[in-house]
């Protein structure tokens, strides 16, 4: 669902060499030097075992026709990865849950003033690519979970339509009140930008990729290269997804055949306002119709017009109806019994949905993780047998909002909480540079992969390749790989955020760029020209997730550490006092500057730019009880290091001590949940309520911060200092048994 | 001719309030109280002359016809500014140069392959602009000395043609050699890009306007708004300006009748590649033809193609034929006779020539000057006479490179050289906030002018309405008007740089940006529309020139000090030690990298970019001789400041004194000038030799670290040093005069 980072901007250069000082207790964290040597075997057998041809083929058959949620292809895709998994030995089992699915009855999108255009809406064939002529069975593009609606009025652009640029809006007295607004996509996930839009009220939102963001202006564009043509657009989920995913008739609780469903009018994650994606083909007539001021500069695409933000003189209509029907999600789930602890589960997933073919978007991380378990299998028959349970789950209905891993997590949740080590997702991969995420507890655990695998074009370490990226752009060079914090856009969500379950999410990207995500351009023809050719990287994918499966699946004690995670909070906390003193001086100097009338000194009267208004000030806050919580996490990472610092084998009282670690993400999370978002239950990492995907950490203070909520941010600092002692009382328990 | 800098950016705030530190020693600089009151009646009545009609009139009527050099109507608007001067009653002089002048026989550009295209090289004519109809009488768009030419290559972009875009080629292995380039205007002065194209091998160039820069993604273009269309063509000089100006025919010495002149194949400053300017119109169908790598995100414009760098296969044929004819440049010189001090000249100046009718470029500064003329001559009528004599100059053929004004001073150099106290430079001036550059000897005269004379539509002092841009852009507050370096662009350079008279150059901007320059479209209407409707901010700029030009005229003791001087060559000096320290770091660092192989392994196989090659290593150089100078001239200036400050009428010796200071800018030059341009005599400002307009200050030791010659960085350090050595010893003659 998400779009993989894949632009890596290399700047110039200031550091000097690439060093990694990392100092490693056992060649394989967690394992006895003598069962790190047979780990690590087993892991170059199963090496080995790996094909690309099986990825190639896999792919080839599962984008051969659209299966988007609730399509018959779909549910082919689905027999064929349940007949895949049973054929390599795993006990396999189909969940279905019927989950709301709008699907588009009619859409309209006209200007009705000054000039008469309608929007043509369609993604035509293009020579080459057979399954870009398959338009009778794929979704055409739309937003899922937009309401109907049928509305008429001024159009405004709005760039981004992200909070800075309805500030932008203010200063000229622009308001959205009663119009319509067009906004380009990418600045945020595409759900922010209806919500924004009628959080100001707006009463319909168009939204268009700018040749800028992804179409020529970036490259070639398709089938002449992988970027965004005039015709491209960007399907999408809108639903309120900082407030939560999944079904939005069963807020919180699985999708069962017998759960309780609201009405559709009842259900709080749809829009408020009709949303609709288009073409620049489309836009571009639009944009070119407006007047009003000139956009700023940043606003400006690579269209070849000027960029007006109106209101008006264009007027649009916009009508939009929905099949509000419930179609059925299908999740797989392939499991391989723990020969020691059946009862401690491994859970690796990647969604199978997809908006159309879905090529890079989901299927190219589904076949990494069907050649992993059948590398898995291969090795069962060998006489292989992990310690833990393995399990293999492809999500249905990723798409429209997370919703198959959902509806399970929320139907499993009380035994998922019980029994859950981890969850390694995945979903689009290409080929080019390492990108991670995820739970700090495991980032000293997931270095060590990533100095074992190989970049499969230059002869180094994946870590070696990624760390380059630093030292070219002159930045510090990495001491160990650093996970980013995850925020939301795929099937980690549910069992992250709202479970406290320890995640990864891992791909590759940076040499794979292009402008197909969730078009009808994302097939396997252009995957096999422009993403990954010879599935070199979907191969190298499998060997760092399926490590990271394996050696938690392996494991003598559970490889979690904490000196890395109290190092990391440590600076989201250092993030946020300076983000309250940034603010703080910032609203002192420009209230001041305001009075002082300088604004009109330099205003040029033929623009009409008002002076913006002042802003209540930022009181100093008392952080102190999120200092002295981070003391104490400090004080017991650093106890517990030493605890393990003579190797796995002097650790006491092991499999108390693991049943301890397996629920330390789990400490991390409060019943409660974040403000107004109660399905939020982890206070260190969260999806933006105002940027979607990306994360905010510590969410609960630093939103509270962003948004002027002085209250609540003192609240919320007393809850994430209990949040954060108890983890460290739990860390202390551990050291008391491990000694 | 250089295009006034309009585009002031406003960023965010952290500077707090407006506050003038600046302590005045007398109300007005160089007068004694008494003096000082007089002066400043004078002023306010010199105001209340100033009629904006006149401004309006005068454009009008000067701007009717094209004027550029040698056409029929240039000589109507020489003899109508003399008419007018000598109806003021100014001795008036019209001195006239045969200099050459080539202009177009033939133009072709075509493209061969892939496909044939036919540039059209026409700007038509546009509604609502009837002068936009006078295409007969107009010189069309061509790059004025360029040579003769007859190739056909391929084509290869190379963004602005800058030293620093020939690297990004180098590192992609893209070579020139024997190939055409298509470079986009900015980015540096125009004739830098053949230059820069022919040192690399090219073997043509052609350089079109890309609308980013100047076009529609600026505003909306003509006649709609005052942007350029896509017809717009840029006319322009690409001698070697940046080696000398001028008659190419008479290097250093004025063209007079009986002046021996060069063959025209013994000019050196000649182009030495056919070069051509076209419109995007024209540049679009040849980009969308070029293949090869994708340029960098910097280097592209706002075409609606994915811009690549070539070469081929888009192939073009440029052929170029000129008329190397000699051609009249009139200059009209307007003198009012000093009272006191005859023999101490003050010039103002300003051209007249222009590309096609001028309004902006040079019409719009002319008027003003005039304007000015006629206030004086007012005066002159109620009793007025200025202690020393004034000039009034109407520069001819200064489009083609400022040659009016160079053979005029060349030819007088050596009178000029003993009687000229300052220059006084105006062109193309619009609406918004006051920007000047000049010697800073005379910083703090002109900064309380800045403070005297009113924006006129804001209510306060043009003075605070610039500063008001540094408080909103978040920098420090000025405590002063500051004076930017000057570099060249127009008629100041030859007064400045080869002569060593302090000079100022100045004119409005930010409020009236457009894409007019040099092309057809300059026309009063546009002027009259988008630029500064009711000429208030040419009667703005008469009050701020003319109060320069009487107060120095009346000045008891000419205003120069050598506080603001001492403390901005220390500055610049601080800059020149950094850029060392910086391209040493930097070039150790690079050197590093490129050796550990660090940039293979973040390079793209699909993009074929080479890693950099290694540089030299910078050593460290020997400041000192300069610092030792400084310390003696901070302390002589500071000699200075002590000597005057009990005021202009306990100062002994007055009339030495003045001789003194009137020649103390002469005493930065050196008359062996700049290495490889010894037409530039001056050592603290210089036009860049790879800038060409953009100023380089402390040149000498500057360029020589920049073009790594390290054994020239000594050599000019010891003149650098000696020059400062002798300016000091020259203020302690005069202290020891005024004690």
């Known amino acids: 669902m998400k779009q993989f980072q894949s632009t890596l901007i290399l700047v110039c250069i200031f550091c000097i060499s690439i060093t990694t000082t990392f100092a490693q207790s056992s060649p394989v964290m967690g394992f006895t030097e003598e069962a790190a040597k047979k780990q690590l075997a087993l892991e170059a057998n199963y090496d080995k075992l790996l ?10 058959y ?7 949620v609730g399509s018959k292809y779909d549910k082919k895709v689905v027999d064929f990865i349940a007949k895949k998994f049973k054929q390599w030995g795993y006990d396999v089992k189909i969940e279905k849950f019927d989950v709301l699915f709008p699907t588009p009855k009619l859409r309209l999108l006209e200007m009705t003033a000054p000039t008469k255009y309608k929007a043509s809406l369609i993604e035509p064939p293009v020579e080459g690519d057979d399954s870009s002529t398959q338009i009778e069975e794929a979704l055409p593009g739309y937003n899922c979970f937009s309401i109907d609606g049928d509305v008429t009025a001024d159009l405004v652009f709005v760039n981004y339509g992200i909070p800075a640029d309805y500030e932008e809006l203010e200063k000229r007295g622009i308001s959205v009140e009663g119009k319509i607004v067009i906004a380009k996509y990418a600045g945020s996930w595409r759900g922010i930008k209806p919500k924004l839009a009628a959080e100001k009220g707006a009463i319909g939102c168009i939204i268009y990729s700018d040749p800028k963001d992804d179409g020529y202006y970036q490259g070639e564009v398709y089938p002449d290269g992988p970027y ?3 015709y491209g657009v960007q399907r999408g989920a809108v639903m309120d997804l900082p407030y939560s995913p999944g079904d939005p008739l069963t807020p919180g609780y699985g999708s069962t055949d017998d759960a309780k469903r609201l009405k559709i009018e009842e259900a709080t994650s749809l ?7 288009i073409s620049y083909h489309d836009a571009l007539p639009l944009l070119k119709a407006l007047k009003g001021p000139v956009a700023p500069s940043n606003w400006r695409g690579a269209l070849p017009i000027t960029y007006h933000i109106g209101p008006g003189p264009a007027k649009v209509h916009l009508k939009l109806e929905f099949n509000w029907d419930l179609k059925p999600a299908y999740d797989v789930i392939a499991t391989l019994k723990g020969s020691t602890h059946p009862d401690e589960w491994v859970i690796r997933g990647n969604h199978h949905d997809a908006w159309v073919h879905g090529a890079n978007d989901p299927i190219s991380g589904l076949v990494a993780m069907m050649e992993e378990a059948r590398a898995v299998s291969e090795l069962v028959k060998k006489g292989f047998q992990p310690k833990r349970t393995m399990m293999f789950c492809a999500w249905g209905a990723e798409e429209p909002g997370l919703i198959g891993s959902t509806e399970w997590v929320e139907t499993h949740a009380e035994e998922l909480r019980k029994k859950v080590v981890a969850y390694i997702n995945t979903d689009g991969t290409g080929a080019g540079f ?3 995420g995820g739970s700090h507890t495991l980032e000293k655990f997931f270095d060590q992969i990533t100095h074992k695998v190989q970049d499969p074009q230059k002869g180094v370490s994946v870590f070696e390749r990624r760390n380059a990226v630093e030292v070219v752009s002159g930045r510090k060079p990495w001491s160990h790989y650093k996970l980013s914090a995850l925020g939301s856009g795929s099937d980690y969500s549910p069992f992250f955020q709202h479970l406290g379950i320890a995640s990864f999410n891992m791909g590759f990207g940076g040499e794979s760029s292009g402008g197909e995500y969730h078009t009808m351009y994302d097939s396997y023809k252009l995957y096999k020209r422009f993403k990954d050719p010879t599935f070199q990287y979907g191969i190298t994918l499998a060997k760092v997730a399926g490590r990271t499966s394996l050696r938690l699946a392996n494991a003598e004690v559970l490889p979690f550490e904490f000196n890395h995670f109290s190092k990391i909070v440590n600076g989201y906390l ?12 910032e609203t002192k100097t420009e209230n001041r500057l305001i009075n002082s009338g300088v604004y009109d000194l330099v205003a040029n009267p033929k623009e009409n730019i008002a002076a913006p208004k002042t802003k209540t000030e930022i009181p100093y806050f008392n952080f102190a009880p999120i200092e002295n919580a981070l003391n104490e996490l400090k004080q017991q990472a650093s106890a517990f290091a030493k605890a393990s610092k003579n190797g796995v084998q002097n650790i006491q009282n092991k499999t108390a001590v693991n049943q301890l670690l397996k629920d330390m993400e789990r400490s991390l999370t409060r019943a409660h949940g974040l403000p107004r978002r109660s399905w939020y239950k982890h206070h260190i990492y969260a999806p933006g309520f105002y940027t979607g995907y990306g994360v905010k950490t510590l969410p609960g203070v630093r939103e509270a911060i962003e948004q002027r909520n002085f209250k609540e941010v003192e609240e919320q600092v007393d809850i994430l200092a209990s949040v954060l002692k108890d983890f460290s009382a739990k860390i202390e328990k551990a050291v008391s048994l491990m000694n």
Do not use: C, Y
Request: glycine share 2%.
């Open 271 to 277: 829009t408020k306002i009709p949303v609709l994606p």
């Open 228 to 230: 965004k043509n005039e």
């Open 62 to 68: 599962m984008t051969a026709r659209p299966h988007h």
């Open 574 to 585: 250092n993030q946020v006092t300076k983000l309250a003193d940034k603010l703080r001086q």
């Open 51 to 60: 094909k690309s041809n099986n990825l190639d083929d896999w792919m080839k």
């Open 434 to 436: 390492l990108g991670a």
